[in-house]
């Protein structure tokens, strides 16, 4: 029995740890095919020594590129890997292109696919990620869902309940796994930032760093919010584009303290020790959930509605600084806290599903 795994974009090494380690208690042959979609070090290499990820057999090195160039470049490479390879079953995570590419490889080829992340919807067709994700889950024959409302998306679509196995959210298995395990030493972030409160944030989604309006209205905001908080930016290489672009990198600091991208350690243990968290990262998001820290989310919806319908996040639109701004101001931390995202063992549900597949 044998998987091969295809990831290539920084989240999905995050989810991609724990259920390999999973795989490998189960005795359960993985091969990882990483697409290069993120190659930096502090976008893919530190994550893999980080959280002991299996290294992958395969490389695909596609870099950067717009969505067809990006994806046409893994389809050949993931199909010629596949082929060679002859796996039982392909395992996908989350929405990003190498998802996609993922999906559209192994299905053409009769190679069952298995989903991570499925049933999730932002029901915005303008978002790459929408398509990906609706893609993918159409030629997923295991859709693994994190929520209940990612499990009622599903069925709205007419999906058989034999493939939907709600599992709860492996990002919340790995940050109670990791957050655990984190020694000071392993952290590189200046412990003199962490003297005070702070804000953390984060932006890269394509909409707002390609979306100039949108991108001055977060940056407004922030600077705003800088004036009562310190505010802690570290920056995805896209949005660094983005605001060199504009012109806007030299008038960010001394106000906002703008990083390099973090390692997973570095990031959680912020995302734990902040006050407030500002993203439009969906991981994010959750994180700034599990560690029981109020987000605003600078978009005009989210895939995670559950996490707004118990008021930990709000929304605003990335373009109204003000509103940004009001909602930080009137920001409140709920008191309950549901288990939202299951109980910490996605990964080993989705394994033994896996494992139960196979065998069959
Ligand atoms: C991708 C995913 C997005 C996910 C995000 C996680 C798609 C369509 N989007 O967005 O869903 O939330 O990853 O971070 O798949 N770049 C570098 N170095 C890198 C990687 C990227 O400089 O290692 C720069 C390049 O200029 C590149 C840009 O970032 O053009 C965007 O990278 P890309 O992978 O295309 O999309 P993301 O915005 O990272
Ligand atoms: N993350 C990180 N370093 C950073 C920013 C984010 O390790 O500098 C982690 C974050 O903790 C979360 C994941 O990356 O686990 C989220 O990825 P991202 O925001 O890039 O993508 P999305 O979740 O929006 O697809």
């Not at 398509?131 to 009622?152: C, E, H, Q, W, Y």
Request: with cysteine.
């Amino acid at each position: 029995m044998r998987i091969v795994t295809i990831i290539g974009a920084r989240p999905q090494f995050i989810k991609s740890s724990v259920v390999s380690f999973e795989l490998r208690k189960a005795g359960i042959d993985e091969l990882v095919i990483h697409t290069g979609q993120h190659y930096d070090k502090s976008m893919s290499a530190i994550f893999f020594s980080q959280l002991g990820l299996p290294q992958p057999a395969y490389n695909l090195e596609v870099g950067s590129g717009s969505h067809a160039v990006q994806t046409s470049k893994m389809l050949v490479g993931i199909e010629e890997v596949l082929l060679k390879e002859k796996p039982d079953l392909v395992l996908i995570y989350g929405d990003t292109n190498s998802t996609l590419a993922g999906a559209l490889a192994a299905s053409k080829i009769h190679i069952p696919v298995a989903h991570v992340e499925a049933g999730l919807r932002s029901h915005n067709m303008r978002m790459p990620e929408e398509i990906n994700r609706l893609v993918a889950d159409r030629l997923s024959s295991m859709l693994f869902t994190p929520t209940f409302i990612g499990k009622k998306n599903l069925l709205l679509e007419g999906f058989v309940k034999e493939k939907i196995f709600l599992t709860g959210d492996v990002m919340y298995d790995a940050a109670i796994h990791f957050s655990k395990s984190i020694h000071p030493d392993d952290l590189s972030i200046d412990p003199n930032i962490l003297n005070n409160p702070f804000v953390l944030a984060t932006i890269h989604r394509a909409e707002n760093t390609d979306n100039p309006e949108n991108l001055k209205g977060i940056i407004k905001a922030l600077k705003k919010i800088s004036e009562q908080i310190r505010v802690i930016l570290p920056l995805h290489p896209r949005t660094k584009r983005a605001l060199q672009e504009l012109d806007l990198n030299s008038s960010l600091s001394p106000s906002i303290t703008v990083l390099e991208p973090l390692s997973y350690f570095d990031m959680i243990y912020l995302e734990s020790r902040a006050q407030v968290i500002v993203t439009d990262s969906g991981g994010v998001q959750k994180e700034a959930y599990f560690f029981r820290k109020p987000c605003i989310t600078v978009r005009t919806e989210t895939e995670w509605q559950e996490l707004i319908d118990t008021k930990w996040n709000s929304l605003v639109n990335p373009a109204d600084s003000d509103g940004i701004i009001d909602a930080f101001n009137k920001i409140m931390t709920p008191v309950d806290w549901p288990q939202l995202y299951g109980s910490g063992d996605a990964s080993k549900k989705i394994v033994l599903s896996i494992d139960t597949y196979l065998r069959k």
